[in-house]
């Protein structure tokens, strides 16, 4: 066999640092930008897992804001190197989680995201049923499912067919304050589910449109379990008992009345709504996955990252504690960063496979909680 010089030996492995993992001392270095290296079972397991995000914004910096922008609207703006850098965080299907004001946002909304997807089939999907998401995984692409976070699209009860022929298929029932259909965690006076929003469900239900309960106030949730034929889903939020403070975590009997339905609750990776005092760390929003898994079961429990696939630093610490101190008082912020250290960017998901192993989780149950639980209650929705 012919010799390797050492400069060639170092040549041929940094160019597999750059296209796929760099193995080193039974672990890989997944990223080429980043030394961090993650065990090989965190690895096989990301590789393996249908891997489901159900709130990621896919841009969510607001100094981003043109440049999503502009990958929506410009031809050919979206390059192949764009969505290699989407593809390197392991993640299959991202819910996009935007908002609007009413039914022609969204009608213009889904027109962009529709164009966009159809401009780049290679790389990108949008998702309309349940077998989509393992296709999107298979396939190598990207799935986009079209969630909305609050239902001001819905004016009109015919809005939610629209709507869903537009491609959404997840809505929020509400935001933080109240809408026709229900009140939202930050509304003083909770008045749960309306009248009209109790009719907006029964449609949903009938098309095939997921129950979102983030962002909803504590009887929203309750009014629209009990209104709901269907399994229910929380894209994003955690758990009350720890966070007794946040108006936007779920109490441990709503979390039960969920689970009961056969719904799903997404932990956010947002630092304020995981613990009420610093530090935040990691292993503090593995402690919300142990508490719905303790309380419901491991099969109640995913993903809602609540964030992008970029660091969210802002480009400055100033820039960053401005916008946070511009914050919502109720959201109650504080500390320094708004997603959780170690959890900005796209190592995302492989720093909370890594924490998960590291508490004792088995693969199945990995699994289970990357994407197989949103799989699962989404296949149950929309069929």
Known sequence: M?????????????????????????????????????????????????????LNQFLYRFDQKDLKEKWLTVPGAFTEANFQWFKSTGVSVVNFGEGVENFAEAQLLFAKWNSFIAQYPQWLMRINNAADLALAKQQGKLGILFGLQGSKQ??????????????????????????????????PYDGGVSEYGGKVIDRMNGVGIAVDLGHASDKTKLDALAISKKPVILSHGNCRALIPNGLRATPDDTIRKLAAKGGVMGITDIAFMVKDSE??????????????????????????SDAGIESNDLGSPTLLKDTLAKAD??????????????????????????????RGYTDEHVRLVLGGNWARVLKDIWL
């Open 2 to 54: 012919e010799s390797v010089s050492r400069r060639a030996f170092i040549g041929r492995a940094l160019k597999a640092a750059a296209t796929g993992p760099f193995i080193l001392r039974h672990s890989y270095r997944v990223f080429a930008e980043s030394t961090k290296e993650y065990p090989e079972r965190v690895v096989r397991l990301m590789r393996e897992s249908l891997v489901i995000d159900m």
């Open 329 to 358: 008082r109720r959201y109650r912020v504080h500390g320094e960063h708004e997603i959780v250290a170690g959890m900005e960017g796209p190592t995302r998901m492989y720093e909370l496979t890594a924490a998960l192993v590291k």
């Open 154 to 187: 819905f004016e009109a009860l015919d809005d939610v067919n629209r709507c869903y022929g537009f491609g959404q298929r997840v809505s929020q029932l509400s935001y933080n304050f109240r809408s026709l259909v229900a009140d939202g965690a930050f509304e």
């Open 279 to 304: 530090p935040v760390r990691v292993e503090d929003v593995v402690d919300h996955y142990d508490h719905v898994r303790d309380l419901v079961g491991i099969e109640h429990v995913g993903v809602g």
